[in-house]
């Protein structure tokens, strides 16, 4: 009877553990696909799908490609960054230990 309560508390911190990691993963992939969003909104030559999840140098690319000679805007450069830096985040947190089998078991993949 002594060890019940140390199992259901050690059960109860890890499902929390994976719960808050998951929505964590969540959050950065929703993050994502709100930012390929608001650059289709701002850019929408670009020909993005809406719900997908863009790759921040591929979109440099097409940008570039598609008007040379025109710069790029401040408010574009500014949410491709932000693209870069949270699937840079996202990866990396997929890549550590205790969180890659919380990805692994939640399907997450790399960006």
């Known amino acids: 009877m002594g060890f019940i309560p140390l199992f259901i508390t050690a059960g109860g911190a890890c499902l929390l553990f994976i719960l808050t990691v998951r929505n964590s993963l969540v959050r950065k992939l929703s993050r994502q696909k709100e930012l ?15 719900k997908e999840i863009a790759r921040p140098d591929a979109i440099l690319e097409k940008l ?48």
Do not use: C
């Open 36 to 50: 390929s969003a608001s650059i289709n909104l701002l850019s929408p030559e670009l020909g993005l799908a809406p």
């Open 64 to 111: 570039k490609n598609q008007n040379p000679s025109k710069d790029i805007t401040k408010e574009i450069a500014e949410i491709i960054r932000e693209l870069k830096i949270n699937q840079y985040q996202y990866n990396n947190l997929i890549k550590k230990a205790p969180y890659n089998w919380v990805a692994k078991i939640g399907g997450f993949h790399p960006i």
